[in-house]
Nanobody, 122 residues
Framework: QVQLVQSGGGLVQAGGSLRLSCAAS????????MGWFRQAPGKEREFVAA????????LYADSVKGRFTISRDNAKNTVYLQMNSLKPEDTAVYYC???????????????WGQGTQVTVSS
């Protein structure tokens, strides 16, 4: 199994930036895609972005396209979410996930990180 440990997050003003990290350990070679989801209070968990580990191909939700960037560091087995031009609507708990395909990751399957709070103030 894959263990995912998240870091980053915090409080930022609207228009600012944050960078989230998700480090994978364990059976990392069996995971070929990783993604980010978020969940605001009272709302369903929402897809944000995903990346194919080997090819680097990415997929973004329309709500974050052009503002967020997902990337990976193969040597560190870590995926990042660079969040720019943050809006109060981005406030949520952010989770990373990992599985063997983009399809599974995008559909909220696989292993999950512990979550980290992102709060954007106006």
């Amino acid at each position: 199994q894959v263990q995912l440990v998240q870091s980053g997050g915090g409080l930022v003003q609207a228009g600012g930036s944050l960078r989230l990290s998700c480090a994978a350990s364990g059976r990392t070679f069996s995971s070929y895609a990783m993604g980010w989801f978020r969940q605001a209070p009272g709302k369903e968990r929402e897809f944000v972005a995903a990346i194919n580990w080997s090819s680097g191909n990415t997929l973004y939700a329309d709500s974050v396209k052009g503002r967020f960037t997902i990337s990976r560091d193969n040597a560190k087995n870590t995926v990042y979410l660079q969040m720019n031009s943050l809006k109060p609507e981005d406030t949520a708990v952010y989770y990373c996930n990992a599985e063997s395909s983009m399809r599974v990751v995008v559909n909220a399957g696989g292993s999950w990180g512990q979550g980290t709070q992102v709060t954007v103030s106006s």
